[in-house]
């Protein structure tokens, strides 16, 4: 087999700058002797979000019922507006871990053009957090529909009014 060292150094000088670090040193903060980020570097995103990431800007909806569970519910991201994000936060009256599927979605019962969200479960809240786009036009009469579904693959429904703009 013949090598050519000219070859060989043309195809591998172009993966050299993909080993190269990413972060420069002009992007606003510093990174100790290790190069490796600080804790303050996330400082400003841990006080948007809280320290463990969970919105803490939510507003109570109250209970609701969903089979023979009383369900209580909180809206984040503000007011629901047509095209525009909402948060459904879901308290479970039991501790599973995570181990529930929660959905939900904003519009009718039957999810006629809406986009059902999957819950993210927030150990630090005992609750499931589901993120959702309400749908552009908002169909009347508008609500939050949820869906629990337990791991021995029982569901129940439920639902409630969400706030709007």
């Keep these: 087999m013949q090598r050519h060292p000219a070859l060989t150094s043309l195809l591998l000088t172009p993966l050299l700058f993909l080993a190269l ?7 606003g903060h510093e990174h100790p002797a290790d ?6 570097d996330h400082h400003d995103e841990d006080a948007a979000h809280g320290a463990d990431g969970h919105e803490h800007n939510e507003e ?3 209970t609701s019922t969903a089979g023979d ?10 007011h629901v507006v047509p095209g525009g994000e909402s948060q459904l936060v879901v308290k479970l009256p039991y501790n ?7 959905r939900a979605w904003l519009g ?3 999810r006629t053009q809406s986009f059902v969200g999957l819950g993210e479960y927030a150990p630090s809240h005992d ?4 993120h959702v786009t309400a749908p552009d036009p908002l169909p009347s009469p508008l609500m939050w529909w949820y869906e629990i579904e337990a791991p021995d693959g029982t569901k129940v429904l439920g639902s409630a009014a969400p706030l709007v703009e």
Excluded at 96 to 102: L, P
């Design 60 to 62: 109570s909806l109250g």
């Design 35 to 40: 190069e490796s980020p600080t804790d303050a």
């Design 108 to 110: 009718t019962e039957d």
């Design 69 to 78: 569970m009383t369900i209580e519910l909180a809206q984040g991201h503000g």
């Design 96 to 102: 599973d871990q995570g181990a529930t599927a929660v």
């Design 127 to 130: 609750d499931y957090d589901v």
């Design 21 to 27: 670090p990413a972060c420069s040193d002009d992007h």
